[in-house]
C-alpha cells in the first residue's frame, strides 16, 4: 500500500526567498514521485517527476526536488520564489500495481507568496 | 507533447438536466484515463477509472448510474453527469496516461467547473 503526507497545509513566504514544500511517502515497491501545481481553476501541470533516476529531479520554473529513500522523502524546492508561484501544490505516489501504477495524492500545499 | 484538452471549461445547467464533459488525449493515445472531482480547498478525488473498450471501474462511494463514462477510443473518454442536482456542482478533472511509458505520469485536462441551478 502507498501513502503520501503533505506537512503543511500553507506555506507562506516573501517573494524572492526560498521555498521548500515538504512530502513524505510511503511505498512497498519503488515507486514514481510526482509534483504537480494548479493555479485557480486550472487543471495540474507537471512540475518535475523521480521514476528511479537520478535523485535530484530538476523541473520546470526553476523547481527542483530530492528523492531520498532513507528519510522517504521527497520536498520540493525553489531558490527564489516569485508572486506568479502562488499556486496549490500537489505530491503524487505512484506504485505498479498488476501492469498498472496507481497514483495517490497528498492534500495539497497552498503557497502563498507576499510582495 | 502528452496534451489532454478537456471541454466544456465551464458549465452552468438546471437541475434535473444532463451534462457530458468531453476529455481527448490530443498528441498520444491513452488507453487509460482518470476522472476526479475536486472540492474547493481539496485534493482531487478519484471518481472513476475509464479503459479504452470495456466499462469504467468506479472508487467507492460514486453512483455509476449518475456519472456515467465512456471510452470508446484511444483519445476520448466523456463523463456524463446525469440529471443533475446542485449538490453535484464541483470542479471534474480528467488526466491520461501515455501509453506503456512514463511510470506512471499523469496529464491533466483544465477541468470543467460544473454548476447546478
Known amino acids: 500500500a502507498q501513502s503520501v503526507t503533505q506537512l503543511d497545509s500553507h506555506v507562506s513566504v516573501s517573494e524572492g526567498t526560498p521555498v521548500l514544500l515538504r512530502c513524505n511517502y510511503s511505498?512497498?515497491?519503488?515507486?514514481?514521485l510526482f509534483w504537480y501545481v494548479q493555479h485557480p481553476n486550472k487543471g495540474l501541470q507537471l512540475l518535475l517527476k523521480?521514476?528511479?533516476?537520478?535523485?535530484l529531479v530538476k523541473g520546470i520554473n526553476g523547481f527542483e526536488a530530492e528523492f531520498k529513500k532513507s528519510e522517504t522523502s521527497f520536498h520540493l524546492t525553489k531558490p527564489s520564489a516569485h508572486m506568479s508561484d502562488a499556486a496549490e501544490y500537489f505530491c503524487?505516489?505512484?506504485?505498479?500495481?498488476?501492469?498498472?501504477?496507481?497514483?495517490?495524492f497528498g492534500r495539497g500545499t497552498s503557497l502563498i507568496v507576499h510582495p | 507533447g502528452a496534451v489532454v484538452s478537456q471541454h466544456p471549461s465551464r458549465v452552468i445547467c438546471k437541475s434535473g438536466t444532463s451534462v457530458k464533459i468531453e476529455c481527448r488525449s490530443l498528441?498520444?493515445?491513452?488507453?487509460?484515463m482518470f476522472w476526479y472531482r475536486q472540492f474547493p480547498k481539496k485534493s482531487l478525488m478519484l471518481m472513476a477509472t475509464?479503459?479504452?473498450?470495456?466499462?469504467?471501474?468506479?472508487e467507492q462511494g460514486v453512483e455509476k448510474d449518475k456519472f456515467l463514462i465512456n471510452h470508446a477510443s484511444l483519445t476520448l473518454s466523456t463523463l456524463t453527469v446525469t440529471s443533475a442536482h446542485p449538490e453535484d456542482s464541483s470542479f471534474y478533472i480528467c488526466?491520461?496516461?501515455?501509453?506503456?511509458?512514463?511510470?506512471?505520469?499523469?496529464?491533466f485536462g483544465n477541468g470543467t467547473r460544473l454548476t447546478v441551478t
Open positions: 488526466s491520461a496516461r501515455v501509453s506503456g511509458t512514463g511510470r506512471g505520469t499523469l496529464h
Open positions: 511505498s512497498s515497491y519503488s515507486p514514481s
Open positions: 523521480y521514476t528511479s533516476a537520478a535523485t
Open positions: 503524487v505516489v505512484s506504485e505498479e500495481a498488476g501492469g498498472s501504477y496507481i497514483p495517490t
Open positions: 498528441d498520444f493515445q491513452a488507453t487509460t
Open positions: 475509464s479503459n479504452e473498450g470495456s466499462k469504467a471501474t468506479y
